[in-house]
């Protein structure tokens, strides 16, 4: 079955520790996207990426990293510099940037701080 | 500012009963306004996406309408089941799909 595999779906981080959230994502898919979700806000975007090698800021960047290596994958390290990273965070793909091309989420990452 | 408001905050309805969760949004310019299912602790799920010329998509028993003068949509849920207690949320395209504006969600309970 196609579809995109987010890794761990829960995640412990220490004070002052980086840590890396997996992405994976078999539908073929050219445009990648990593959201934010906290209680009661809308999901705010992080890095999205269109192609490979590619990647650009979101609303929320800071603190966060991306890489795009590969086509199907694109992994979030959540960096010391994130002040309150505690937070469920969403992976997404679509066929291209294009509005028109609908979003296919994960199944999410639940990161807290420790 | 580009935004979209939902309401209610949250429902609580019977098992077998319709309702109806409102969308208002300002945002400039509108590519379309999409619905989507979001079950606790997953990833929200598509259900309708709606562009500025369509005013009515079904999908089962769910049914999204668009009032673009009014800036205004509603999603309509028919005959509720206890698998519909989610989380719903409009999101609405300002140009691309790295520009949705993301509502906060209307959650929904159903009881039996």
């Known amino acids: 079955d196609g579809g995109i595999t987010q890794s761990p779906k829960y995640l412990f981080r220490k004070e002052g520790q980086n840590v890396t959230l997996s992405c994976e994502q078999n539908l073929n898919h050219d445009a990648m996207y990593w959201y934010r979700q906290d209680p009661g806000q809308g999901l705010r975007l992080i890095y999205y990426s269109q192609i490979v090698n590619d990647f650009q800021k979101g609303d929320i960047a800071e603190g966060y990293s991306v890489s795009r290596e590969k086509k199907e994958s694109f992994p979030l390290t959540v960096t010391s510099a994130q002040k309150n990273p505690t937070a469920f965070y969403l992976c997404a793909s679509s066929a291209g940037t294009d509005s028109n091309y609908g979003y296919t989420f994960g199944s999410g990452t639940r990161l807290t701080v420790v | 500012k580009n935004q979209v408001e939902q309401s209610p905050q949250s429902l609580i309805i019977l098992e077998g009963k319709n309702c109806t969760l409102q969308c208002n949004y300002t945002v400039s310019p509108f590519s379309n306004l999409r619905w989507y299912k979001q079950d606790t602790g997953r990833g929200p799920v598509s259900l309708t996406i709606?562009?500025?010329s369509e005013n009515t998509k079904s999908n089962g028993r769910y049914t999204a309408t668009l009032d673009a003068d009014t800036k205004q949509s509603s999603l309509h849920i028919t005959a509720s089941q206890l698998s519909d207690s989610a989380s719903y949320i409009c999101v609405v395209s300002a140009g691309s799909n790295y520009q949705l504006i993301w509502g906060a969600g209307t959650k929904l309970i159903i009881k039996p």
């Open positions: 709606m562009t500025f």
